[in-house]
């Protein structure tokens, strides 16, 4: 059927919907000042193992994992969706990788930086694909404290690394709730 459609359609119908449509616009962000921001980002993780995600997640995975309404994601065909959180991708992996009783007993922090795309209204100049950094840390219970605390420094040397290199970061405070 997709196949059937995509050889109805003329270059000009392209063109048509990617100026009316905002998930087809390009973004907004200097992609160099997104490279400067990344660089910094996985320095200040440098304990953390970097993963280069897909950009395709199982198709339900944010409703399932996260409580992502489905009309909030972009569901492909092929039993895919696109990512629109970074954590749900970290958290299969994590898991996966988990599954032997060998890895289970360590530590494991893994990173990303990943392009996500969600489908919520945006307001006024935002684009519905952006990029996030993410942290995760899997491990025994009862260390989710330490976690968290290791996740904050992590943000604050971000930040720090972010000052230094010329970026108005002033005043930033961190709050702990329990919701």
């Known amino acids: 059927?997709?196949?059937?459609?995509?050889?109805?359609?003329?270059?000009?119908?392209?063109?048509?919907?990617?100026?009316?449509?905002p998930a087809f616009a390009p973004g907004s962000v200097d992609p160099r000042a997104a490279l400067a921001f990344e660089q910094a980002?996985?320095?200040a993780a440098g304990e953390f193992e970097p993963v280069e995600l897909s950009p395709v997640a199982p198709a339900g995975a944010a409703k399932v994992l996260a409580g992502v309404h489905s009309n909030n994601v972009l569901t492909a065909t092929?039993?895919?969706?696109?990512?629109?959180d970074p954590t749900i991708p970290l958290a299969l992996i994590a898991a996966s990788r988990r599954r032997a009783p060998a890895t289970r007993a360590r530590p494991l922090r893994l990173c990303a930086s990943h392009r996500v795309m969600r489908m919520q209204p945006q307001g006024?100049?935002?684009?519905?694909?952006?990029?996030?950094?993410?942290?995760?840390?899997?491990?025994?219970?009862g260390r989710e404290g330490q976690s968290l605390r290791e996740h904050i420094e992590v943000y604050l040397r971000l930040f720090r690394l972010l000052g230094e290199r010329g970026h108005r970061i002033e005043d930033v405070q961190v709050d702990v709730s329990d919701t």
């Open 78 to 84: 092929r039993g895919a969706e696109l990512v629109s």
């Open 41 to 43: 980002a996985f320095e």
């Open 1 to 21: 059927v997709f196949a059937a459609r995509a050889g109805r359609r003329a270059p000009l119908d392209f063109l048509a919907q990617l100026e009316r449509a």
């Open 124 to 141: 006024i100049g935002n684009s519905p694909h952006f990029r996030l950094f993410a942290l995760l840390t899997a491990e025994q219970r």
